[in-house]
């Protein structure tokens, strides 16, 4: 009889034969490379958010049933008011350390995005979503639309004005599905907006269940798929197609990566602790006949709340009846566009662009490939327009350019900005394999003695020439 | 063929060109690599292996120094929890503990622990046995099975009654969609404030921007608001059939948008009206903005349609009462709204 204590290994070794992959897990290598990282900070991001959404759950109240608030915040002190609200002020004024971990779990939700989504763009722009990762690159994309969805109903359920506010538009994009739309919309809210009893729960248990699940099983078949085909990598020496050069698991990446957790949590309790994020007091309580002016919603969601301002008042109508009402053009038809050309990416390119349908471990440089490098950016700034027009109120505060003239500049960069983007990315990149990194470029000039004692320049040679190991791929 | 095909058939055929690359050839451009894989680094044959151990002294005291202090900040985090738990002073203790962990195992990982760069192969993926075996094995399943056609089908049916059996169940979820259509605004409806106070014409004057509601009626509910102004009657603009539903030129509206269900909140007003539009309600949310003059004509942004009118009249305790119902469907539109006259 094996003692577990004494002899750990042999006691797991003789029940689950754990020694062997225990062993190659140690030694599975990890590329070294800054921007790999940027899928660990979110995967770090979602780990703080269950631990703090755990401790949030434990005082919640899912409900829109109506009570009267009392607490330290005078302005709302014997106001009625929901009692999901209540529930969420309570937590702020009243639990110790409730509100360190309500702004905690918010901004992790926003860097659990913003991790994403630089994690998205480094696998476009180093081309890592090629053959063999297709797979795992519409995993990825498909955890990114759940985690749209999952924060936006993070934000909903607190039943503030601001909530409340995101939560109509919401139900108005629901509405205008065609033809599904109004039965949809009635199920999912209980009936019509601001919903029935079953709603608050329902949002809860999404939030809180379905869809964390559906987005940890993501997760693990992300990391699965990436450990199956090994890390990609960059070129460099040693460095084949068919092999990984890297530091092991053990010690020094365990290390380094539980360092990288730590630091995740560390600047996400320190933003938490010291820098106010969603002060739901301020906003009050939503009633569906309030509203005001300058709201924002979680930037993840600026680039729909930018769509729909910026569709002009189009309507498809027969004898008097609506048929598509609007906010399906900006609400649903443009981040659908946006995600099907993501999805879409790995097959199109290999069929138009590049034509090539072989196994790639090792990453382009964003320069190796300019045309898909610039298609990228004129897609990016493409979106990224729209979202700055989710962000007219601000712009107004800032520069007092009215909402009417801004969503006509919007509507103009709408067009024009992606096909500057395109025509300067494509010129950087062509600049770049011609003449190298400007910061790392190597000048050399050579001279020669004269008879004189001094030296003649006989003309620079070698000022195209790139540091050794980083020759350019041509196709 | 018409001019205009061949045109376009020939436009095809130059985005065809300008987006189709050659295809890369499939023996690699001389650099090795193995079939069926792109082409390998430059130096591909350098051997970047290396192992390096021994850990400074000073290493293996920082990391120590680090862990104790993040010991007493995690230890000043609890007490504080306790004794007096300010939000900033939380944050700074359980950030600052984590932090020094951060840094503790970066310094481990970087400097204390051995340093080591191996290279692995990567696995093959494909095996064309195994391939060739996984579908012989998966067809050997129906050896002897005669009316494989029959099964399926029958075995489709059947899943066609699940998705059904599953599917109807959800119209459980809530009411039907004619939910969505109520309003409690009838005629002879007093208009009220917030409060359930009636609202005096004599209260509503030019400029101003009242919230009201129907005489007891649910302030909840997403027909209920309205928004109240009055503008000078000469100016009015009405459609001739809402001649009489705006009295000394007191106009009522939905108070939500058409557009996506935001409270139409924002009254623009003009200071001096030579130099700017005339007065109009504007939505938040995305800027739709209705002529109140004009029977909430849609002058800018997204909204599909005007916003529903109430028809008002005041009674002898100068009281606001509404003339009639709304004029037509309340809030964002769907498949099959009534878009209403106007």
């Known amino acids: 009889m094996t003692n577990p204590s004494s002899d750990p290994v042999r006691f797991l070794d003789e029940r689950l034969g754990t020694a062997g992959p225990l062993r190659k897990a140690m030694r599975y290598l990890f590329p070294d490379h800054w921007s790999f990282l940027l899928g660990e900070v979110a995967l770090y991001s979602f780990m703080v ?43 702020s004024f009243k ?22 989504l630089l994690h998205l763009l480094r696998i476009i722009y180093t081309a890592a979503f090629r053959k063999p990762r297709e797979l795992n690159y519409m995993v990825g994309l498909t955890l990114l639309g759940v985690a749209i969805l999952e924060g936006y109903l993070g934000y909903s359920l607190l039943d503030d004005l601001l909530s409340g506010m995101g939560l109509a538009i919401g139900y108005g994009t629901a509405l205008s599905i065609p033809f599904a739309g109004g039965p949809l919309g009635s199920l999912l809210w209980d009936g019509p907006f601001p919903g029935g009893d079953a709603f608050f729960p329902r949002m809860f248990f999404a939030h809180v269940f379905l869809l964390p699940a559906l987005i940890a099983v993501l997760i693990s078949v992300h990391l699965a798929m990436i450990v199956r085909q090994r890390h990609s990598q960059f070129r460099g020496p040693g460095r084949r197609q068919s092999n990984v050069v890297g530091s092991p698991l053990w010690p020094s990446y365990a290390l380094r990566s539980l360092g990288l957790f730590a630091a995740t949590a560390a600047t996400l309790f320190l933003a938490g602790g010291l820098v106010q994020i969603n002060p739901i007091w301020q906003w009050g309580p939503f009633e569906p006949y309030l509203g005001e002016n300058g709201a924002q919603p979680d930037w993840y969601l600026g680039w729909l709340i930018g769509a729909l301002r910026l569709m002009p008042n189009i309507e498809l109508h027969v004898f008097g009846h609506t048929i598509v009402p609007n906010p399906f053009f900006g609400g649903l038809l443009f981040p659908t566009v946006v995600f099907m050309v993501l999805y879409a990416w790995p097959w199109f390119e290999r069929r138009f662009l590049s034509r090539d349908y072989r196994r790639h471990d090792l990453l382009d440089r964003p320069r190796d490939q300019p045309r898909r490098t610039a298609f990228a950016t004129a897609f990016l700034v493409w979106v990224a327009t729209v979202f700055l027009a989710g962000s007219a109120d601000r712009l107004f505060l800032a520069f007092g350019v009215s909402y009417e003239v801004q969503v006509q500049l919007f509507r103009a960069l709408f067009f024009l900005a992606p096909v500057a983007a395109y025509v300067i990315a494509l010129r950087i990149c062509q600049d770049l394999r011609r003449r190298g990194h400007p910061l790392r470029r190597v000048s050399r000039t050579m001279v020669r003695r004269n008879a004189e004692g001094g030296f003649d320049d006989v003309g620079a040679d070698g000022a195209e020439a790139e540091q050794p190991g980083r020759e350019l791929e041509r196709r | 063929m018409s001019r205009r095909l061949r045109n376009a058939l020939l436009l095809w055929g130059l985005v065809r060109g300008l987006l189709r690359a050659p295809r890369a050839s499939e023996d690699d451009d001389g650099r090795g690599g193995l079939p069926g894989w792109g082409p390998d680094s430059a130096d591909a044959d350098a051997d970047p292996t290396r192992r390096e151990t021994g850990a400074p002294a000073w290493a293996e005291l920082t990391l120590v120094a680090l862990l104790v202090g993040a010991a007493v900040l ?140 129907p005489e007891g009626a649910d302030t909840r509910e997403l027909a209920a608001p309205v928004v109240l102004v009055r503008v000078d009657p000469a100016t009015l603009r009405l459609p001739a059939e809402r001649r009489g539903w705006a009295p000394e030129g007191l106009l009522a509206y939905s108070k939500i948008c058409t557009h996506a269900s935001c409270a139409v909140s924002l009254f623009r007003y003009p ?15 995305h800027y739709s903005t209705f002529d109140v003059r004009r029977a909430a004509k849609v002058v800018f942004g997204p909204a599909g349609r ?26 964002p539109a769907w498949f099959g709204t009534d878009r209403g006259k106007s």
Request: hydrophobic share 50%.
């Open chain 2, 306 to 331: 005007p916003l529903p009118q109430l028809p008002l009249r005041v009674d002898a305790k100068r009281d606001i009462l509404a003339a009639g119902p709304l004029s037509g469907s309340v809030g």
């Open chain 2, 74 to 213: 995690f230890v000043a985090f609890a007490v504080l929890i306790a004794a007096a738990p300010d939000t900033q002073a939380l944050g700074l203790t359980a950030g600052g503990a984590l932090a020094l962990v951060a840094a503790a195992l970066i310094l481990a990982g970087n400097r204390v622990a051995p340093q080591e760069t191996a290279v692995e192969e990567r696995p093959a993926l494909i095996d064309p046995e195994a391939e060739r075996e996984l579908e012989s094995e998966a067809e050997a399943g129906t050896d002897g099975v005669s009316r494989r056609k029959l099964i399926v089908a029958a075995a489709g049916a059947a899943g066609t009654g699940l998705a059904a059996a599953a599917a109807l169940p959800v119209t459980a979820l809530g009411p039907g969609p004619s939910a969505l259509k109520g309003s409690p605004w009838r005629a002879s409806v007093r208009l009220v404030d917030e409060l359930g106070k009636p609202i005096s014409a004599n209260d509503v004057v030019e400029g101003a921007f009242v919230t009201a509601f």
């Open chain 2, 271 to 285: 200071l001096y009206e030579r130099r700017s539009s005339g007065p109009a309600l504007v939505c938040p949310c």
């Open chain 1, 95 to 116: 639990v110790p350390g409730g509100l360190l971990i309500r702004q905690t779990h918010h901004w992790a939700a926003l860097v659990f995005l913003v991790a994403i």
């Open chain 1, 49 to 91: 958010l269950v631990l703090t959404g755990t401790f949030l759950a434990l005082f919640f109240e899912p409900s829109d049933a109506p009570t009267t608030w009392s607490g330290p915040y005078t302005p709302l002190d014997g106001e009625p008011m929901t009692r999901a609200y209540a529930s969420a002020l309570d937590l």
